[in-house]
């Protein structure tokens, strides 16, 4: 399944936690400015949802947010929670996006919840395709990069298809053709109506995250976490 943030377990230690007394001692929501009411629910939460653990995940650092989320982020204070993923001490620079994503009781706009997680669940991100592989011959360009396949012209039919906003990597030095080609089809695809590149815009409704905003009753959780519109 996949979700604008890529979220899953940190597989290290299971499933993590920052411990409510230490929550408070981030000072994350310390209000540096006016909050636009636009953006979502009040800026500070509740004196409960501050006791609440925080739950750590682990994901991508490249995301997708609405402009509510950015400007949430620039209104609170993620110096401290930053500088701890940042400390490499059980902890990476790619549980920032994921964790915001999942702490539901801090209300980030367009957030999701930790409830899923919880039951077993995970999504990869629609933000950035990357193949992670262990050698070179399981890339169909024959070149792997710190353990990432770097695409070439001979991967062009799978990109056709993927439903990614970004794909990783490529390299002109390596394969200029492969990026030439991808430059013509985004072209054609926003230019051009040949009735065979239309969007199907269902995958993206149906993403979990997508349904949990838009979800009146989110006690079935565990329907709500499935993804109902599946490709084969």
């Not at 933000?127 to 070179?136: A, E, G």
């Not at 490529?170 to 695809?189: K, Q, T």
Request: net charge positive.
């Amino acid at each position: 399944m996949k979700q604008p943030i890529h979220i899953c377990v940190y597989e290290r230690d299971g499933l993590p936690q920052i411990q409510s007394e230490y929550t408070v001692m981030l000072d994350i929501f310390v209000v540096r400015g006016p909050f636009d009411k636009a953006a979502g629910s009040p800026l500070r939460p509740s004196t409960s949802a501050l006791k609440t653990p925080l739950y750590i995940a682990k994901g991508a650092v490249q995301a997708s947010l609405s402009r509510a989320a950015v400007q949430w982020m620039n209104l609170i204070n993620l110096t401290q929670l930053i500088t701890q993923f940042n400390s490499g001490q059980n902890s990476v620079d790619e549980m920032l996006m994921s964790t915001l994503q999942i702490a539901e009781h801090w209300k980030m706009p367009g957030g999701f919840t930790d409830r899923c997680i919880k039951h077993g669940f995970h999504y990869d991100g629609i933000t950035r395709m990357v193949q992670w592989k262990n050698s070179s011959t399981e890339c169909k360009a024959n070149f792997l990069r710190h353990l990432v396949c770097v695409l070439g012209v001979e991967d062009l039919p799978s990109i056709l298809k993927y439903r990614h906003i970004l794909v990783n990597k490529m390299l002109p030095s390596f394969d200029y053709g492969a990026i030439a080609c991808v430059s013509e089809l985004l072209f054609n695809r926003t230019h051009f109506d040949n009735g065979n590149d239309t969007l199907d815009v269902r995958y993206y409704e149906n993403l979990p995250i997508v349904r949990f905003n838009k979800a009146t009753n989110q006690k079935n959780m565990q329907e709500l976490c499935q993804n109902p519109y599946e490709y084969k």
